[in-house]
């Protein structure tokens, strides 16, 4: 079981998608306790974006395929064929493992 999450930067409009596997370090926190324990800066121009973390909220939904623009998302909802796996990829960046 992996959360993701998704940030992105309102100055160069880059988003960055974060993956962490359930685990006693990560995996029980709550969003608030995650930006606090983690840092995040962007890709593109090293601004902070750790109050920018929005968890992704996928929901299986057969009859939307999934598209570019699902894979473009910088939002924390998803309704889509992938049930959230593709949602943001195109900012696939961070990996924490558990
Ligand atoms: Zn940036
Ligand atoms: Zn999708
Ligand atoms: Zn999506």
Request: aromatic residues 6%; hydrophobic residues 30%.
């Amino acid at each position: 079981m992996t959360n993701t999450y998704i940030a992105r930067c309102k100055t160069c409009k880059t988003a960055t998608r974060i993956h962490i596997a359930q685990s006693e370090d990560y995996g029980h926190l709550n969003l608030q306790d995650l930006q606090d324990r983690l840092r995040l800066h962007c890709v593109a121009c090293h601004r902070d974006l750790t109050r920018s973390i929005v968890k992704v909220d996928g929901r299986f939904w057969a009859e939307t395929n999934c598209t570019s623009r699902c894979r473009n998302a910088t939002g924390a909802d998803c309704t889509c064929s992938c049930g959230g796996d593709e949602h943001g990829a195109t900012w696939d960046g961070i990996f924490i493992a558990a």
